[in-house]
């Protein structure tokens, strides 16, 4: 916790409790995305008592200090992720949520490409795929065999 403390002070921020604890959590979290809820509810089941408004706060506080990227997959449900430094895509199942990172350079040039074609220069860019994690434990997964049978 001793880095996590200098890097907030680094970036102007008061370095408590609530901060270092959900700086941690986003550090050893197996899950890279996670919403508000599910970090008031992982520091509930470590007994760490943090508010949900709160929660929200430091959030904000670290997505506009560049710890945290804040991202929309769904519709209104954000979810956040430690800037990484690297650009990479995700994959989002439109069902149970499940997200993963991907890059293709290919696609990355292609994206280049159209957008110097057309006269323009990307500045960003986010590329979200809702997609079926077919490949998953997902109840999408079910329904689409089911259909497959039937068809």
Not at 3 to 25: H, S, V, Y
Not at 63 to 82: A, D, M, N, T
Not at 136 to 145: I, K, N, P, Q, V
């Amino acid at each position: 916790m001793g880095e996590d403390l200098k890097e907030l002070k680094a970036l102007g921020l008061k370095a408590t409790n609530q901060r270092l604890r959900i700086l941690e959590l986003f550090r050893t979290s197996k899950q890279r995305h996670l919403s508000a809820d599910e970090v008031h509810r992982l520091l509930s089941e470590e007994h760490v008592e943090v508010g949900l408004a709160t929660v929200y706060r430091v959030l904000t506080q670290f997505v506009e200090s560049g710890l945290l990227e804040r991202h929309q997959f769904e519709s209104g449900k954000s979810v956040y992720e430690l800037k990484a430094g690297e650009h990479h895509d995700h994959l989002v199942c439109a069902t149970c949520g499940h997200v993963e990172e991907f890059y293709d350079e290919v696609l990355e040039k292609r994206q280049q490409k159209i957008a110097k074609e057309r006269g323009f220069v990307i500045q960003d860019h986010a590329l979200y795929l809702f997609v079926d994690c077919l490949n998953r434990e997902c109840s999408r997964r079910e329904t689409l065999a089911e259909e497959g049978e039937t068809h």
